[in-house]
């Protein structure tokens, strides 16, 4: 397992595989749009009511994303929308306005030809540099493709069309007012998920509305809340209370609730949509018992198997009964308190927490009509222990509760980059400032791209050593982090991860550097957490000669925001 982190750091570390260039104007149309290549940033600038054109070409059937990000600014306010045309540049096919804050990401499945995409400003007055990736992944299988029309709501004497939970389906609305209805059976309690995502072909439906129905007793009603983004195609947050039981449902796909705005920036609402699902089936196999109190801790908690359902009682919040459970590698989890035997509990809480017992997630509400119990729904980003904790909602609330839980290969994995604050985390330079690792406003390690993070508060045209490994905790040799320097000669600073592969830079007169790194583009790798850091040179500093910055932690994923 060590080897292949390793065989990552090749590219990672080599500056050989840097693809950053910059912008070639005049790209202010079709006719003069830049070529790209996938895999590289391209590093821009929008004057007022300009247009940025560029052209790629596919090859394979592929899931494509552009991308744009704050490029040199840590906290740009350049605020991009991405259209993707046809290679004339005449008919649109896609669009995003902002997926990551402020920036963008176009994302569509696309079949081999040549296409162009433009960058604007939101609004005619948006100037500033921006960076823009251009990525590929492979097209994600299609299991269920639409039926004949009509194909919406039964009781108007329409025909679902049947799929299996866990496929990802795909259909078109030919107008604004079109309804299409996927309808699946489901056989244990579960916890449905539906994404719509970048699976589509094109023209793509530029705003989706999803939403959930059930059949009971003849009749098919609403239930749970419907998903939709203002400013875009996707859709992720489709919801429902409790868990399901087993019976016949329907997803409805329809145009969503998006102003319909200004050309280009204009929604049509009608094209091609596909949808991603899962179901997070809870299998009630073993009964496990909560352990003898005091159990609010990780030393005191029992281990639950996936599908298990665990027992206990709380006398109210300050009670807190853990348990421990085991991912081999990134799931989605679905975990649910409910009343158990009398005398029950009706208000609960639970939280899930990672390995060093830090909550990452917690659920409040959730629960059958006129409870209030906890459910989470929450994809774990790399393998390891977790624990649950299951407490009351109030401190009145007490009784018996139960907790039940299970997991799926996650729909997608999300790129994530998490520093710690350098307040507490870097030492203090001769210049009296902490030395920073931040990233650019909207970069994130997403595979298949160029990432770029960047150091502030280094001396002028100091030398920069960068680190990147796989633990926080220990470094080669078993070495415990983090690793004091006072006995280096560098008093309050500490190295705070594994140094497996380290490159060298030079700041500016400013005191700032920028880290460039290439992104592998293998989904093999999507969950991926490495850690990172920098040493700054400081030569009156102390005897090291060195600043240390705070360190980082990063995933890598497919979903860039």
């Given at each position: 397992m060590r080897k292949l982190p390793l065989l990552i750091l090749s590219c990672f570390a080599s500056t050989l595989c840097a693809q950053r260039v910059a912008e070639v104007e005049p790209n202010n149309s079709a006719a003069t749009a830049q070529p790209l290549v996938f895999g590289q940033q391209v590093d821009c600038n929008l004057a007022a009511?300009?247009?940025?054109?560029?052209?790629?070409?596919?090859?394979?059937?592929?899931?494509?994303?552009?991308?744009?990000?704050?490029?040199?600014?840590?906290?740009?306010?350049?605020?991009?929308?991405?259209?993707?045309?046809?290679?004339?540049?005449?008919?649109?096919?896609?669009?995003?306005?902002?997926?990551?804050?402020?920036?963008?990401?176009?994302?569509?499945?696309?079949?081999?030809?040549?296409?162009?995409?433009?960058?604007?400003?939101?609004?005619?007055?948006?100037?500033?540099?921006?960076?823009?990736?251009?990525?590929?992944?492979?097209?994600?299988t299609i299991q269920a493709n639409e039926g004949a029309e009509p194909n919406g709501d039964p009781s108007l004497g329409e025909t679902p069309t049947p799929f299996n939970l866990g496929e990802n389906f795909s259909g078109t609305l030919a107008s604004s007012t079109d309804v299409d209805w996927w309808q699946f059976t489901i056989a244990f309690d579960t916890v449905v998920q539906a994404y719509v995502y970048d699976d589509s072909g094109v023209p793509q439906l530029d705003n989706t509305l999803i939403g959930l129905r059930q059949l009971s007793g003849g009749t098919w009603t609403t239930i749970g809340t419907t998903s939709t983004l203002a400013t875009g195609h996707r859709a992720f947050n489709l919801a429902h209370v409790a868990a399901l039981t087993p019976g016949t449902y329907a997803i409805a796909v329809s145009a969503g609730t998006a102003a319909a705005g200004t050309a280009p920036l204009n929604y049509v609402k009608t094209g091609s949509y596909a949808v991603r699902t899962r179901g997070i089936e809870f299998f009630n196999l073993q009964t496990i018992a909560e352990a003898p109190e005091p159990n609010d801790n990780a030393a005191a908690a029992p281990i639950l198997g996936l599908g298990d359902v665990a027992v206990g009682n709380t006398t109210g919040s300050a009670d807190g009964d853990w348990y421990a459970f085991f991912a081999a590698q990134p799931v989605t989890i679905a975990a649910m308190t409910e009343t158990g035997t009398a005398p029950g509990v009706t208000d609960t809480t639970v939280r899930v927490r990672d390995s060093a017992g830090t909550t990452i997630a917690t659920g409040s509400t959730g629960g059958a009509t006129g409870q209030s119990h906890g459910k989470v729904v929450f994809t774990l980003p790399t393998a390891g222990f977790y624990y649950f904790e299951v407490a009351g909602g109030v401190v009145a609330a007490s009784g018996n509760y139960t907790l039940r839980f299970g997991a799926v290969t996650p729909i997608l994995q999300s790129a994530a980059f998490a520093q710690q604050p350098p307040s507490t985390n870097a030492c203090v330079g001769s210049n009296a400032l902490r030395p920073q690792l931040a990233k650019a406003n909207g970069e994130v390690p997403q595979l298949g791209t160029h990432f770029t993070m960047r150091v502030n508060n280094a001396l002028p045209n100091a030398g920069i050593i960068s680190m990147l490994g796989f633990s926080n905790t220990v470094a080669s040799g078993g070495i415990p982090l983090p690793l004091d320097l006072g006995g280096f000669g560098a008093p309050t600073c500490f190295l705070r991860v594994d140094p497996a592969s380290s490159s060298f830079g030079i700041a500016d007169a400013a005191g700032l550097w920028f880290w460039d790194l290439p992104i592998p583009n293998d989904l093999f790798l999507s969950g991926l957490p490495f850690w990172v850091q920098v040493a700054c040179f400081d030569p009156t500093l102390n005897t090291l000669g060195a600043s240390v910055s705070n360190e980082a932690k990063c995933a890598l994923g497919e979903r860039g925001y």
């Amino acid at each position: 397992m060590r080897k292949l982190p390793l065989l990552i750091l090749s590219c990672f570390a080599s500056t050989l595989c840097a693809q950053r260039v910059a912008e070639v104007e005049p790209n202010n149309s079709a006719a003069t749009a830049q070529p790209l290549v996938f895999g590289q940033q391209v590093d821009c600038n929008l004057a007022a009511a300009e247009q940025d054109w560029f052209t790629f070409t596919v090859t394979t059937p592929s899931e494509v994303h552009l991308t744009t990000a704050g490029n040199f600014a840590v906290s740009s306010t350049v605020d991009t929308c991405v259209l993707l045309y046809d290679a004339t540049g005449t008919t649109r096919l896609a669009w995003n306005d902002n997926a990551r804050g402020s920036h963008s990401d176009m994302g569509c499945t696309l079949q081999p030809g040549v296409y162009a995409a433009l960058v604007v400003g939101k609004l005619t007055t948006t100037t500033g540099d921006y960076a823009l990736d251009l990525v590929a992944y492979p097209a994600s299988t299609i299991q269920a493709n639409e039926g004949a029309e009509p194909n919406g709501d039964p009781s108007l004497g329409e025909t679902p069309t049947p799929f299996n939970l866990g496929e990802n389906f795909s259909g078109t609305l030919a107008s604004s007012t079109d309804v299409d209805w996927w309808q699946f059976t489901i056989a244990f309690d579960t916890v449905v998920q539906a994404y719509v995502y970048d699976d589509s072909g094109v023209p793509q439906l530029d705003n989706t509305l999803i939403g959930l129905r059930q059949l009971s007793g003849g009749t098919w009603t609403t239930i749970g809340t419907t998903s939709t983004l203002a400013t875009g195609h996707r859709a992720f947050n489709l919801a429902h209370v409790a868990a399901l039981t087993p019976g016949t449902y329907a997803i409805a796909v329809s145009a969503g609730t998006a102003a319909a705005g200004t050309a280009p920036l204009n929604y049509v609402k009608t094209g091609s949509y596909a949808v991603r699902t899962r179901g997070i089936e809870f299998f009630n196999l073993q009964t496990i018992a909560e352990a003898p109190e005091p159990n609010d801790n990780a030393a005191a908690a029992p281990i639950l198997g996936l599908g298990d359902v665990a027992v206990g009682n709380t006398t109210g919040s300050a009670d807190g009964d853990w348990y421990a459970f085991f991912a081999a590698q990134p799931v989605t989890i679905a975990a649910m308190t409910e009343t158990g035997t009398a005398p029950g509990v009706t208000d609960t809480t639970v939280r899930v927490r990672d390995s060093a017992g830090t909550t990452i997630a917690t659920g409040s509400t959730g629960g059958a009509t006129g409870q209030s119990h906890g459910k989470v729904v929450f994809t774990l980003p790399t393998a390891g222990f977790y624990y649950f904790e299951v407490a009351g909602g109030v401190v009145a609330a007490s009784g018996n509760y139960t907790l039940r839980f299970g997991a799926v290969t996650p729909i997608l994995q999300s790129a994530a980059f998490a520093q710690q604050p350098p307040s507490t985390n870097a030492c203090v330079g001769s210049n009296a400032l902490r030395p920073q690792l931040a990233k650019a406003n909207g970069e994130v390690p997403q595979l298949g791209t160029h990432f770029t993070m960047r150091v502030n508060n280094a001396l002028p045209n100091a030398g920069i050593i960068s680190m990147l490994g796989f633990s926080n905790t220990v470094a080669s040799g078993g070495i415990p982090l983090p690793l004091d320097l006072g006995g280096f000669g560098a008093p309050t600073c500490f190295l705070r991860v594994d140094p497996a592969s380290s490159s060298f830079g030079i700041a500016d007169a400013a005191g700032l550097w920028f880290w460039d790194l290439p992104i592998p583009n293998d989904l093999f790798l999507s969950g991926l957490p490495f850690w990172v850091q920098v040493a700054c040179f400081d030569p009156t500093l102390n005897t090291l000669g060195a600043s240390v910055s705070n360190e980082a932690k990063c995933a890598l994923g497919e979903r860039g925001y």
